[in-house]
């Protein structure tokens, strides 16, 4: 079975710098998708970032981007110049590809908060 | 706009009585999900659905059914409910096989008292 680790149970970054969420995954599949989900304090679940494991290059939305090391399974998200409404858990996700498994494998999360 | 609603968004029940947390979808989603979120455990998979008529258990099922009638619909039931069961339940939808993106309802706080 698929494992999504958050080796981090919280983190703190001053506003404007930037901080690095860790993931690794454990999966034998060459086909997969990895996404991070942001969730605020409403509860919302919110897909900040997602990454297509046969994508060399890693993704980005504009201050959010990852360091996908696949050989590695690494998958973390990089938050530059922090926000205030950036805090929140974040949640790292595995979703296999291919085939009909769209079943999403989470993470424990990670707390950010974000320091005036 | 096409969404995801839960209901209710909080809810308290006694121990033993059963319980059943709606959800509908609007994106005409085929695959639909249940899942709890508790402390120090990030989401976990309860039951699924791939299309009507069509349900799977998950990694926590014991306690929980679903039914599929319909596309919109995946309401969840806890049979009797129990304190372990008192969590934040979420349902999600998600589309065909290159449509990745799962859609996350606002979640309901279940207390089993």
């Known amino acids: 079975a698929q494992t999504v680790t958050q080796s981090q149970p919280e983190m703190s970054v001053q506003e404007a710098e930037t901080v690095t969420l860790s993931c690794t995954y454990d999966?034998?599949?060459?086909?997969?998708?990895l996404f991070w989900y942001k969730q605020p304090p409403s509860r919302q679940m919110i897909l900040v970032i997602r990454q297509e494991a046969y994508k060399q290059q890693n993704a980005t939305e504009n201050r959010f981007s990852v360091n996908f090391q696949k050989a590695a399974k690494s998958f973390s998200l990089k938050i530059s110049d922090s926000q205030l409404g950036d805090a929140a858990m974040y949640f790292c996700?595995?979703?296999?590809?291919?085939?009909?498994?769209?079943?999403?494998?989470f993470g424990k999360g990670t707390l950010l908060t974000v320091n005036p | 706009d096409a969404e995801i609603t839960q209901s209710p968004r909080h809810k308290i029940t006694e121990t033993g009585r059963q319980v059943t947390l709606a959800c509908h979808q609007t994106?005409?989603?085929?695959?639909m999900f249940w899942y709890r979120q508790d402390l120090g455990h990030g989401l976990r998979l309860i039951h699924y659905?791939?299309?009507?008529?069509?349900?799977n258990k998950g990694e926590v099922s014991d306690g929980y059914s679903v039914s599929r009638s319909n596309t919109e619909d995946l309401p969840l039931t806890l049979e009797s409910a129990a304190s372990s069961q008192t969590s934040v339940y979420f349902c999600a939808s998600s589309g065909g096989r290159m449509n990745t993106e799962a859609f996350f309802g606002q979640g309901t706080r279940l207390t089993v008292v």
């Open positions: 996700a595995y979703r296999r590809g291919g085939g009909s498994n769209y079943k999403l494998t």
């Open positions: 659905s791939y299309g009507v008529q069509d349900t």
């Open positions: 994106w005409n989603h085929n695959n």
């Open positions: 999966t034998s599949e060459s086909d997969y998708y």
